[in-house]
């Protein structure tokens, strides 16, 4: 049984930092690509950031510079460290994990920034 726990989201101030995890179990880790997504309400899940397994990074245009996704296969774990949050930054952001074509998400860690 796969399954994606994201956490670390809240509610901070614009200009403020946040770290998200999310912690995988039920899949090979290393050999799986993984990314990070967010949606609002009535909005269509859009793309934030991707690493694939060879270590492999893609950025919405969005949050380049700002935000950083890593991951720690010896923790089966990936990060998003977002910095200099902005209010249209406020949304649910939601895990992925790619495995053998299939695609796996987790239940999502609302952030929130005020400002």
């Known amino acids: 049984q796969v399954q994606l726990v994201e956490s670390g989201g809240g509610l901070v101030q614009a200009g403020e930092s946040l770290r998200l995890s999310c912690a995988a179990s039920?899949?090979?880790?290393?050999?799986?690509?993984m990314g990070w997504y967010r949606q609002d309400p009535g909005k269509q899940r859009e793309l934030v950031a991707q690493?694939?397994?060879?270590?492999?990074?893609n950025y919405a245009d969005s949050v380049k510079g700002r935000f950083t996704i890593s991951r720690d296969n010896a923790k089966n774990t990936v990060f998003l460290q977002m910095s200099s949050l902005k209010p249209e930054d406020t949304s649910i952001y939601y895990c992925?994990?790619?495995?053998?074509?299939?695609?796996?998400w987790g239940q999502g860690t609302q952030v929130t920034v005020s400002s």
């Open positions: 992925k994990a790619e495995y053998f074509r299939r695609d796996y």
């Open positions: 039920g899949i090979i880790f290393s050999i799986s690509d």
């Open positions: 690493i694939n397994s060879m270590g492999r990074t």
